[in-house]
């Protein structure tokens, strides 16, 4: 069932896993067959991690006992045999804060400011949040979140305005042949002839720049143009060398993502090379109460395979039970037998 919480208020659970890649996905699965529920955190819009941000469509050949997975069937998978155990998902939010209170439970917060007081963290954060490329050009962070647009949340606000979209990709071009109709102007620049997103909507867009519905160029942007403080244009350069003016209410640029480790290198746990110590036995990082599984942790012999983020995860958990609950038995159950298991996990006996 889920919780009913009161505006602004903390959320109270036992476990926040920061990160909904892969294996913050099965360490929510492996904490459920312990009875242990979690709420799992991501910056991204959508649960996945690499596999989905960077090569949904690859085959992945070293899952065990599938043969070939591709990448977004892995996370779908994961989705869905961690269904019986009903996560709590907050995504599109990055965790920027986490802080431990006097009562040895952790305060955790959130970029849009959601709040919760966990008894414990696992951080499965990966290779970092991911976050947008910036277009780099001088002055351009005045105008960053209002008329310069790294992802397009209130598509309505950009209807009627003079629109210029840079990228190659498939959200360039979506979002430019999604607003091209609605937008007063809309200018589609992009470095080389060549674009990274599906040919249908390339050839759509050609076909649109030909009817006169959208104007494309090819070239970079080489500066903003600025009049009383407020962005009226970019120029953008041409491969020969010419630059062409291009009048504009908003930017949209669509330049890919990068991950950045961010704020969990400020938390106060031990680092080595830009990942959390942990021990082999728990898991747990520097600080007790807070784990740390898959590519974000390191140890004598760690390797960043998904596989190896599977097993810590497995006994990352039985740590977390018995930081929650210190004077219970630990037994080992199989779920092929397990009546507890089985009716945790919805399997009819
Ligand atoms: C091209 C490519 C091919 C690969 N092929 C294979 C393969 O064949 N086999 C294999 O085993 N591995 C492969 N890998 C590696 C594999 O993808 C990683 O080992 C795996 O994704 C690690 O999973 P994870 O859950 O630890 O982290 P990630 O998948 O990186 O997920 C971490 C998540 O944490 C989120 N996050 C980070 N910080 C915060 C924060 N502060 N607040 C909120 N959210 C945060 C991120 O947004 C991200 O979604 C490949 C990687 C790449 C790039």
Redesign the pocket.
């Known amino acids: 069932m889920s919780q009913i919480i009161p505006a602004g208020a903390p959320v109270e659970t036992e476990v926040v896993i ?9 360490q929510v699965f492996e904490l459920g067959l312990l009875g242990i529920s979690a709420h799992l ?4 819009a959508h ?9 949904p469509d ?6 065990p006992a599938l043969p070939v997975c591709g ?1 977004q069937e892995l996370v779908d998978r994961l989705l869905q045999q961690i269904k019986p155990f009903h996560p709590q998902f907050h995504l599109g ?4 804060e986490l802080q431990r209170r006097e009562d040895g439970r952790f305060l955790l917060k ?2 849009t400011g959601t709040t919760f007081n966990t008894a414990t963290v696992v ?8 976050q947008p490329r910036r277009i780099g050009l001088d002055g351009a962070d005045l105008f960053e979140g209002t008329d310069i647009r790294y992802r397009v949340r209130d598509a309505h606000l950009l209807h009627g305005k003079r629109l210029v979209v840079f990228g190659g990709g498939d959200s360039a071009l979506d979002w430019a042949l999604e607003l091209a109709p609605k937008a007063s102007s809309l200018t589609l620049v992009h470095r080389q002839p060549h674009f990274r997103g599906a040919p249908a909507s390339v050839s759509k867009m050609r076909q649109m720049v030909e009817a006169g519905h959208m104007r494309y160029v090819e070239g970079i942007a080489h500066g903003l143009v600025v009049d009383n403080g407020a962005l009226r244009g970019v120029n953008v350069k041409r491969a020969a060398g010419d630059l062409v003016a291009l009048d504009a209410d908003h930017l949209l640029v669509f330049f890919g993502l990068h ?1 950045k ?4 290198a400020e938390w106060g746990l031990e680092l080595e090379k830009k990942a959390l110590k942990v021990d082999t036995e728990k898991f747990q990082t520097s600080v007790p109460g807070i784990f740390a ?4 942790n390191t140890y004598p012999g760690k390797k ?6 599977f097993h810590e995860a497995a006994l990352a958990a039985f740590a977390i039970q018995h930081h929650l609950f210190p004077q219970k038995k630990q037994f080992l159950q199989y779920t092929t037998t397990s009546p507890v298991m089985h009716k945790r996990l919805g399997v009819p006996d």
């Open positions: 920061v990160g909904a890649g892969p294996c913050g996905l099965f955190v991501d910056s991204l649960p996945g991690g690499q596999c989905t941000e960077l090569y690859k085959p992945i050949y070293d899952i990448a939010q990055e965790v920027t959130t970029a951080i499965a954060g990966g290779v970092g949040s991911f991950p480790l961010g704020p969990i599984v898959g590519d974000i960043k395979l998904i596989l190896s983020g």
